[in-house]
């Protein structure tokens, strides 16, 4: 393993070599706001270039994330009050990372295998007609049947109320009405005598100073 331009033979020495780069190249920190920082290219572990970064944590204290370049594999993470006691527990995980390579090939092979097999049968299903076409077409022809009926009844009830329809209950117990209240209250024939049987006679006023057909 080599980080920076010194090489480490055994695990000890790399766990030194790297807890030195990381005390030298994180001392700010992370910046306010930011979730992670990059540190920059670490170093080489089996012809894999290892890049560094500080990343923020729900403790006050930040993780030391050491990535394999171009590999697809989780990072070795350890907290960076760890890597300035003793880094030895990354060097361990990069062996790991390094180790799992041609597993993590099948894996991401088969998940790409995967992919196209499900990218065909989404391509084959868009070429498919739809299987509910039928019943969707029979629907809106229905749809629009019934807004055609609809519109016929609308357009007939004006129709009905204007020719004067005898048999409409209403229409015909208004006409009963109108024939009760004329032979009820008949219109008196102009030119008639008062005093007649259709308007009674008015009586005389009394004398002043006479009793009921008594004379004094």
Do not use: C
């Not at 370049?69 to 350890?78: D, F, S, Y």
Request: hydrophobic share 40%.
């Amino acid at each position: 393993m080599t980080v920076g331009k010194r090489r480490a033979i055994e695990r000890p020495q790399a766990a030194d070599l790297i807890r030195d780069w990381i005390a030298t190249n994180a001392r700010g920190g992370i910046p306010y706001g930011r979730p992670q920082h990059p540190l920059g290219e670490l170093g080489e572990v089996s012809g894999l270039r290892v890049d560094a970064a500080l990343k923020r944590t729900l403790t006050a204290t930040p993780n030391v994330e050491l990535s394999l370049r171009g590999v697809p594999a989780q990072p070795a993470t350890l907290g960076l009050d760890v890597v300035r006691q003793d880094a030895l527990s990354l060097v361990r995980q990069l062996e790991r990372r390094i180790q799992d390579i041609p597993a993590l090939a099948d894996r991401v092979e088969a998940a790409g295998v995967a992919a196209a097999e499900e990218a065909a049968r989404a391509q084959h299903g868009l070429a498919q007609p739809f299987k509910h076409a039928d019943a969707l077409k029979a629907a809106t022809t229905r749809a629009s049947e019934i807004a055609i009926e609809m519109q016929n009844r609308q357009n007939a009830q004006p129709e009905a109320a204007t020719q004067g329809d005898p048999a409409d209950p209403r229409a015909a117990a208004a006409a009963e009405i109108d024939r009760i209240a004329r032979a009820s209250f008949p219109t008196p024939v102009q030119g008639a005598a008062r005093g007649t049987a259709a308007t009674p006679a008015r009586r005389p006023p009394r004398a002043p100073g006479r009793d009921n057909d008594v004379s004094r």
